[in-house]
């Protein structure tokens, strides 16, 4: 290809593109754009403006993790603890009952030795 024939494809190139461009620009209004872009403006300010709400929400939560995450974690740590020691408690319990109901077979009638069902909920599994 010479540098005339490139030449002459690159000018209809230029001039096909401005005629379609030409027709894009028939196919909406000036009006139409306007609105259009003053529809894109605010709906960018309500962005802008939740976003600001949400950072704002986002630093007042982190503020109020901190204070109250030291709290969580000692109750934590005491509900484990209470948790630990009932199941201690009503381990000796069963062993007791045991021990007595075979000492004294008579001390509890027939239905109350069979299997016990317990019925506490289990707080380390999610519902």
Known sequence: ?????????????????????????????SEDLRSLNHLQHTILGRLQDSNAVLSH?????????????GDMARNTRVFK???????????KLRNMKTKLSTTYPDAFPEDSMSKVIDRRPDLEMPK
Do not use: A, P
């Open 81 to 91: 603890s209470i948790k630990s020691d009932l199941d201690y408690i009503f381990l």
């Open 57 to 69: 929400f986002n630093e007042f939560s982190q503020h109020c993790y901190n204070e109250i995450s």
């Open 1 to 29: 290809m010479s540098g005339k024939e490139s030449e002459s494809e690159s000018e209809s190139m230029k001039l096909g593109l401005e005629e379609v461009s030409r027709e894009f620009k028939t196919l909406v209004s």
